[in-house]
């Protein structure tokens, strides 16, 4: 078992790891490379009982309405740029994969999330039902320590009649300030969460979360992130985040 534990804490620090080498643009999901980082998520070879890819929730389907999309490619098409010489080299954002399972950025995690707790799934990614509920994508921008987040609000998110719950808006205000914790300063927990509800969000309507980094400070990471209207016009929440980095093994092995 601390063989295994091992393993997942070894992935868990590759995908926080960042380093000073820049390496060319890469399309298959295990890998993410971002302007002056490498965020390395890697899958080993395994028995074919175990080798089928991970879903990427952070691909299109067909329950993307066309400003999600819209948005989508915007933000996709800055993910690599054409010199003038005709090459091609990544570009200021980058789009991150995004699973069911944490487990799953782990060296070897689609094997190791048959094992260990196999009926766990991510909240915000356990409604099969494309659509319903959690729809987004990530993008981070490592030059301006930013990240973006396209949302939209399916119809099992329902708070106040017509209108996202507060939870869910909170939910998603953790995963990506939390996400973006973690491409800064490896793997972290949120110690504080400071949301003001400004305006309430239509059930169905895509909205955008914009996270930045204020301060980092020995284990301290400080995240402010705002959700607005998809054009801007609206402010929906304003946040204020602290996060404290961690030792996975020690979570794993409940110390």
Same mark, same amino acid.
């Given at each position: ?124 990614? /356990?409604? !099969?039902? =494309? ?5 987004? $994508? %990530?993008?981070?921008? &490592?030059? @301006?320590? +930013? ?48 949301? /003001?509800? !400004?305006? =309430? ?5 895509? $909205? %955008?979360?914009?996270? &930045?980094? @204020?301060? +980092? ?39």
């Amino acid at each position: 078992m601390a063989r295994i534990l091992g393993r997942i804490y070894k992935g868990f620090q590759r995908l926080g790891s960042l380093s000073s080498t820049q390496t060319p643009l890469r399309h298959p999901p295990p890998t993410v490379s971002v302007r002056g980082t490498t965020f390395i998520r890697t899958m080993v070879a395994l028995p074919s009982l175990f080798s089928s890819k991970p879903r990427d929730f952070s691909l299109p389907n067909s329950s993307w309405g066309s400003e999600m999309m819209r948005l989508y490619e915007h933000y996709n098409s800055q993910c690599e740029v054409e010199t003038e010489g005709g090459e091609k080299q990544e570009g200021p954002w980058q789009r991150l994969p995004s699973y069911n399972r944490l487990l799953k950025y782990a060296t070897g995690g689609v094997y190791l999330s048959k094992i260990i707790q196999s009926k766990a799934r991510l909240f915000t990614r /356990n409604i !099969r039902d =494309p659509g319903a509920a959690f729809e987004y $994508v %990530l993008f981070v921008n &490592s030059e @301006e320590q +930013k990240c973006i987040c396209i949302f939209q609000a399916g119809h099992l998110l329902e708070g106040p009649p017509g209108h996202v719950h507060g939870g869910a808006i909170a939910t998603m205000i953790d995963t990506v300030t939390g996400t973006h914790a973690t491409i800064l300063s490896g793997p972290v927990m949120t110690a504080n969460l400071n949301i /003001n509800y !400004r305006s =309430p969000i239509p059930l169905g309507s895509t $909205v %955008l979360l914009e996270s &930045s980094l @204020e301060k +980092k400070e020995g284990r301290k990471t400080l995240i402010s992130c705002k959700v607005t209207s998809s054009d801007g016009s609206k402010l929906h929440t304003e946040t204020t985040a602290l996060f404290l980095s961690i030792n996975f093994s020690h979570l794993l092995l409940g110390e």
